[in-house]
């Protein structure tokens, strides 16, 4: 028995000795990499449709409470309301305001508002574009806070701040806190700088743990089939490729996962108004008098 001990002693000594000298080892090459060619970063970039119109989508993708419903199994993340869901109320708001101020088009009564519509199926879900790309930090360095007023041709709206708090834990492991700092604001048509045509929510990071760099962005924009979304997060663990590549690889299953996910919260709010709409004829129906009993009962 005291030489099993002894020897399981050992074992344990030299798996020890033996993460250490690879941990140090790896920071060692982590520190030498950052050197010679700069921050390395793992960017994701997702594109997919969404069949509703940009308004509504923006607030579906918005929605902070989302989050957990659209990631994949392995990963989970906690809405914790320290202040009783203020924050989360205030970006609420803040959301709705700008998606109201998204411009519409040009023929607002002629502009389609339903899938059958816009002359595309529904129930048939829409091919999510996967790309990533590995960056470095002097080609991706950005100049600062935004600032307070963002000018969108002759559009300006408040940037507001919003700060929420998370507790994260990803295959099973301990969780742990996250904070990220929030940004809402309007895109422009970067061709013609007119009426603003889409919105940006951005979560970042608020401190510097567990990665040095993560910037989740969601951007919406209108588009002939209802609304397009590019997903982008940009991360960075210690600044070298091969963490970052692992990290890429799981990021892009999380963008996978959550186009899949807002697709079908959409599908649903689609095929529940669609129905809203035909109950609402019917019953329209039914008052015009008893010739038209048979067309209600046929509707429903």
């Not at 060619?37 to 594109?47: D, F, K, L, T």
């Not at 970006?91 to 305001?97: D, F, M, Q, R």
């Not at 997903?231 to 996978?256: H, K, M, S, W, Y």
Request: hydrophobic residues 35%; aromatic residues 10%.
């Amino acid at each position: 028995a005291a030489s099993k001990s002894q020897n399981l002693r050992a074992a344990c000594s030299k798996a020890l000795l033996g993460g250490a000298v690879g941990g140090t080892t790896f920071l060692g090459y982590a520190v030498a990499y950052r050197q010679v060619y700069g921050r390395h970063q793992m960017q994701v970039r997702a594109e997919f449709a969404l069949p509703l119109d940009v308004e509504k989508s923006f607030l579906l993708v918005a929605d902070p409470l989302l989050l957990n419903a659209t990631t994949p199994w392995w990963f989970d993340i906690r809405l914790l309301d320290h202040d009783g869901g203020v924050a989360r109320r205030n970006l609420t708001a803040n959301v709705a305001e700008v998606s109201g101020s998204i411009g519409t088009p040009t023929c607002t009564a002629a502009a389609p508002r339903t899938g059958a519509e816009r002359g595309i199926s529904i129930r048939t879900q829409p091919e999510c574009t996967i790309s990533r790309a590995e960056l470095h930090e002097e080609l991706t360095r950005r100049s600062g806070t935004p600032p307070a007023i963002e000018t969108t041709g002759n559009v300006k709206f408040p940037k507001r701040h919003h700060y929420l708090h998370y507790r994260i834990s990803c295959f099973w492991l301990p969780s742990f806190p996250w904070t990220s700092e929030l940004c809402v604001g309007l895109l422009s048509d970067k061709s013609t700088q007119a009426e603003p045509f889409g919105a940006s929510l951005s979560y970042r990071q608020y401190r510097s743990f567990p990665y040095h760099v993560f910037e989740h962005s969601h951007e919406v924009f209108r588009s002939s089939t209802g609304a397009k979304v590019v997903d982008t997060i940009t991360a960075d663990l210690l600044g070298e490729p091969l963490l970052n590549r692992v990290c890429g690889f799981l990021l892009e299953q999380l963008l996978r996962s959550r186009a899949n996910g807002l697709w079908h919260r959409a599908l649903e709010q689609e095929v529940s108004g669609q129905v809203a709409q035909e109950q609402m004829s019917c019953e329209s129906n039914k008052v015009g008098g008893s010739g038209t009993i048979g067309r209600w009962w046929w509707c429903w």
